[in-house]
């Protein structure tokens, strides 16, 4: 939930019941933001989307405990309200544009800001990462699922 300026809480979620994600033939892109939030730590923002442009749809933004890029993005992250380490940022809108983290799907005739839970991310001796997400939204909905891939980063 969030409140406007005149303090009345907006609900932004359309999801009426938990959810399980449809991960499979999903891709995923990085990018790394640098110290975004001028924080001192590594930020990065990754989405995992359907192949095809139809289904699921993830977008995670998260503070690293690292301030180095070279360190990655693996870890486990919990929701969080303010800044700090080892976090995802809470899913809220601006000017339109879903902002830091969402589940959504591709047409957005779903939606849901990320407000809870944890993501974990792993990095495998294969090449590549799992993901595997637990987490709620607004109405305290549980989303969850797992995608295992190779991630592709995002050219700057």
Not at 66 to 74: N, P, Q, R
Not at 101 to 122: C, H, M, N, Y
Not at 133 to 139: A, E, H
Request: charged share 25%.
């Amino acid at each position: 939930e969030v409140a406007d300026l005149r303090g009345d809480i907006n609900i932004l979620t359309t999801l009426e019941e938990d959810y399980t994600l449809d991960l499979s033939h999903h891709s995923m892109i990085y990018a790394c933001q640098g110290d975004w939030y001028d924080y001192g730590y590594m930020n990065w923002v990754f989405q995992i989307k359907p192949d095809d442009g139809v289904g699921d749809c993830l977008q995670i933004d998260i503070i690293t405990e690292h301030s180095d890029e070279e360190s990655g993005f693996a870890g486990r992250y919990t929701a969080s309200e303010v800044l700090a380490t080892n976090a995802f940022m809470l899913g809220w809108i601006y000017g339109g544009y879903l902002e830091c983290s969402w589940f959504f799907t591709a047409d957005q005739e779903e939606i849901a800001p990320l407000r809870g839970g944890e993501v974990t991310v792993k990095h495998n001796d294969d090449g590549t990462y799992t993901v595997d997400i637990d987490v709620t939204d607004d109405l305290h909905n549980r989303i969850s699922g797992t995608w295992t891939g190779i991630g592709q980063a995002q050219i700057k």
